[in-house]
């Protein structure tokens, strides 16, 4: 049965960590001020983090309705259903797009009571006008069909294709692992076994650019599988980025210090979220004022928590529309 509780459990994302290190406040909206704030009983400021923390934008969307759909096409696949042509795909992906924009631009009050089924778009929200920017949408335009493109022709389609010498394993399965009490969250797009080479194949899909920090989460996903499946040698695991946009599919070499790292990574990271606790035995935050503001304008405006920094300047945008 569901428990209401005043505070969160203390978990471990990449996600979490990167919030953590990129505004501190941010963080404390995220992860504790807008707990439970999907309940009508919640208070205020509750609600209105758990709402702002919904917020997505332009290209956020994109990459969350690409991966979804590329999901039910594995799926389909599996299940021995027709394959959708790109064409198809790609007017599917659209379709979800403009379906974001109507909600965030037609149907904020809809958003406003249930934050979690409506799309709000960030850059229609702060702008407080019903126009995406030109440059944003020509980009996301730009990204549709080559993305599309070079998921159909990725290494990683082609072995669901080949599914009868690979060893498919629900990715739905993969939740978390524990360290020190502590749950460690896991998300992982595909995995899968080849029969024929006798390796783990662990895949994420990109939409977006490279970043340094994609081979910290594919070793992160290795050591969860061969944590579960007592994988013996990490020569057996395949750890895989699928560049959409470039087309690129980029197969990592994991070591052992590639699994020190993450957990070096992970441990220290929790140490540091525990500073910011008032009872680490209830998972209590310290008050509000004592995680600080970011300093950076660049940063500050990209936050979906604009809103609750500034309510000043929020305010006056607002009375100017």
Known sequence: MFEVKPYPELSWSLSRHKTMLTCLRKYAYDYYTSHNGWLSSADTLAQQAYRLKKITNLEMHFGSVVHDLIYQVIQRVLRGREIPTEESLVDEIRHHLNRGFVESTRKEHLWRNRPKHYTMLHEIYYSQ????????????????????????????????????????????????????????FIVMDLVYKDLNQNKWVIVDWKTGKKSEEDRNQLALYALYLQQKYKIESIEDIVIRNEYLLEGESLEHKLTEQDLINVQHLYQISIERMKEYLNDTSK???????????????????????????????????????
């Open 129 to 184: 006008t019903n126009s995406l920017p030109e440059d944003k949408v020509q980009k996301i335009t730009n990204r549709l069909n080559t993305t599309v493109k070079n998921f159909f022709a990725s290494t990683s389609f082609a072995d669901v294709l080949n599914q009868q010498d690979m060893q498919f394993i629900d990715s739905e399965k993969f939740r978390f692992m524990k360290t020190g009490g502590v749950k460690v």
């Open 283 to 321: 998972n209590e935050p310290l008050p509000l004022e004592q995680f600080p503001l970011q300093d950076d304008p660049r940063v500050c405006s990209r936050c979906n928590y604009q809103e609750l920094c500034f309510p000043e300047v929020y305010a006056s945008q607002s009375s100017n529309v």
